[in-house]
């Protein structure tokens, strides 16, 4: 028994080129418990088939605090894509963060 030489959700003559993603994220304070974020994210292809071709989302949401205990926050928002290149036509982002604190 041998393994498989190529992913398996790739065909075998599809060449998949290397990848470099990126990440970019912007937070803004709007009071105690509310907070704006703006991201945007991307990928473009180094070598392969697809060489030289990008992909660019922005990705608008919100954070929040409703809990008693502030270390809780609820982030929601929403991608689209920047680029004719897409993945998506858009999606929905829905997160969960527990902000540790710090120990003394």
Do not use: C, W
Request: no cysteine; aromatic share 10%; net charge negative.
């Amino acid at each position: 028994m041998s393994l498989p030489k190529t992913p398996v959700n790739q065909k075998g003559d599809q060449d998949e080129g290397d990848e470099l993603g990126y990440n970019l994220a912007m937070l803004y304070h709007l009071g105690n418990s509310f907070e704006a974020i703006l991201e945007f994210d991307g990928e473009t292809v180094l070598n392969g088939e697809e060489d030289g071709e990008s992909v660019l989302n922005i990705d608008p949401g919100v954070k929040v605090a409703p809990f008693k205990n502030k270390d809780i926050h609820i982030g929601v928002g929403a991608g689209f894509p920047l680029t004719n290149d897409e993945e998506f036509e858009y999606r929905l982002i829905a997160s969960l963060f527990y902000h540790m604190p710090f120990l003394n």
